[in-house]
């Protein structure tokens, strides 16, 4: 499946415009838990975007504060949810929310996701690889945060509710389905 997102109203990107979108497979494994991919592809050279060099991978706090990539899973007619930060470095996220924005706890995750960028030049991607409940049809949302080096920040998603700032948690954002 891909999907196309779009920047916050009061939040967009610097000129020339370019279009950003996630490509989805959600494959069954044998058992309890599928492999989730996605990519994250952005249509602007990667060298316009404020990237933290790549490194080896570690669980980071606060990666929305630059170029990040981020999942929402939730279970329909569920409250609690799950966010997944994927950081072009590498480097990543992954919370358990109660309800919206309350009760925040990080995710007990048993395997890290695997992150990977690729630069094409004029275009680049970031992909992650997460492991899900099989058995669950997830409500998605997706969504990006990125910052350029003339100090431009857009927020994009799926989906945005209505208001004067990007909320990336807004049940309104949950869009997409994942069988």
């Not at 999907?3 to 109203?9: D, E, G, N, T």
């Not at 497979?25 to 975007?49: K, Q």
């Not at 099989?134 to 409500?139: D, I």
């Amino acid at each position: 499946m891909q999907f196309k997102l779009v920047p916050h109203p009061a939040t967009p990107p610097a000129k020339p415009a370019f279009d950003l979108w996630v490509s989805v497979d959600h494959a069954a494994s044998l058992g309890p838990v599928a492999t989730t991919n996605m990519w994250f592809g952005v249509g602007a050279p990667a060298e316009r975007f404020v990237i933290p060099e790549l490194s080896e991978p570690w669980r980071a706090e606060e990666l929305w504060r630059t170029t990040c990539f981020e999942a929402f899973f939730r279970a329909p007619g569920e409250d609690r949810y799950r966010e997944w930060n994927f950081g072009p470095s590498g480097n990543w996220a992954s919370y358990d929310f109660a309800r919206y924005r309350e009760g925040m706890t990080q995710a007990d995750v048993e395997s890290p996701p695997y992150i990977r960028m690729e630069d094409n030049f004029t275009w680049w991607t970031v992909g992650a690889t997460i492991a899900v409940d099989a058995e669950t049809q997830w409500q998605l949302g997706l969504s990006a945060v990125l910052e350029e080096r003339d100090g431009t920040k857009s927020y994009w998603a799926l989906a945005h509710p209505a208001g004067e700032k990007p909320d990336f948690h807004a049940p309104d954002c949950f869009v997409a389905r994942l069988a």
